[in-house]
């Protein structure tokens, strides 16, 4: 990995922290979430997913794509070891609207220490805070506040080998997933990653979700439609995805420039 056009890439001042902390942990967090979307393009294209480092940096810094949680986090991890880190991947299970659950451990999260805290900075979800979660007690929560919403992540009160991710939303904790509290290799989620990319039952095989924090809150966009939710007031303006206006969604709102086949074959 090119450190230096990696941070080019990013925008990131490389002179601005020499040792790892919270506070260095959250600039190189927010660079990277700002600057790389949530995207699974390629699976709608049926383009293989690669987890290898050459190939995700030609992908984000050279093509100046983004990716899913599989690709987002292999990445940022591979950055953050350079960087005199100690990330590591973690397991989890997504609780989707509903009351549904993705397939068990299918997520791939990354989580790290620092002064015996750590923290959920996981750049692969797509609806998380610019700022990394400390992972706490119940009864000594540490929410995190920002343009995505408020969040917190906390151990199972009985089992500390599972801590949770939730979102602060319509004055309750909704649990966004569940995580194992441990260390896992990205060799560990192969089925998990063939799964998501080729299985008619896949989420992301089905969809087209593209996302990334602006400005004024979180753009999101699906086949059907571009989400515009400001962060002042909650409220959403949904735009219709046609063949025609897509490109400029891409571009306008996450930086992209690539073809995306089931909207050129639209008949919208």
């Known amino acids: 990995m090119n450190i230096a056009k990696l941070e080019n890439y990013l925008q990131i001042d ?11 942990l959250n600039y190189y967090a927010t660079r990277f979430m700002l600057t790389v979307p949530f995207e699974n393009i390629d699976v709608q294209n049926s383009k293989p997913i690669s987890i290898n480092i050459d190939a995700l940096f030609n992908k984000i810094v050279r093509d100046k794509r983004g990716g899913f949680c599989y690709e987002l986090n292999t990445f940022f991890k591979t950055y953050l ?25 299918s997520h791939a999260s990354l989580v790290v220490s620092i002064n015996d805290v ?27 506040t920002d ?7 906390i ?24 995580a194992e509290f441990k260390a896992k290799c990205i060799a560990d989620f192969d089925k998990n ?5 080729t299985h008619p039952d896949s989420i992301f095989v089905q969809h087209l979700l593209i996302t990334m924090p602006q400005s004024f809150g979180r753009a999101t966009m699906s086949e059907n439609h571009l989400t515009l939710t400001k962060a002042k007031d909650g409220i959403s303006e949904k735009l219709a995805v046609t063949k025609d ?3 400029h969604f891409l571009e306008k709102y996450f930086g992209l420039n690539v073809t995306i086949s089931r909207l050129e074959n639209s008949e919208n």
Do not use: C
């Open 14 to 24: 490389s002179s601005r922290y020499n040792r790892p902390s919270i506070e260095a």
């Open 81 to 105: 070891q350079q960087k005199g880190f100690n990330p590591e991947l973690m397991s989890a299970t997504i609780h989707t609207p509903g009351g549904g659950r993705s397939l068990n451990g």
């Open 118 to 144: 750590f923290y959920v900075t996981d750049v692969g979800f797509g609806d998380l805070p610019l700022h990394a979660i400390p992972i706490t007690s119940s009864e000594h929560t540490q929410p995190i």
């Open 147 to 153: 343009i995505s919403g408020t969040f917190r992540a």
């Open 155 to 178: 151990f199972n009160s009985e089992d500390k080998d599972i801590f949770y991710v939730q979102k602060f939303e319509n004055n309750n904790w909704h649990t966004k997933y569940e």
């Open 193 to 197: 990653i063939e799964y998501n990319q």
């Open 245 to 247: 206006n897509y490109k």
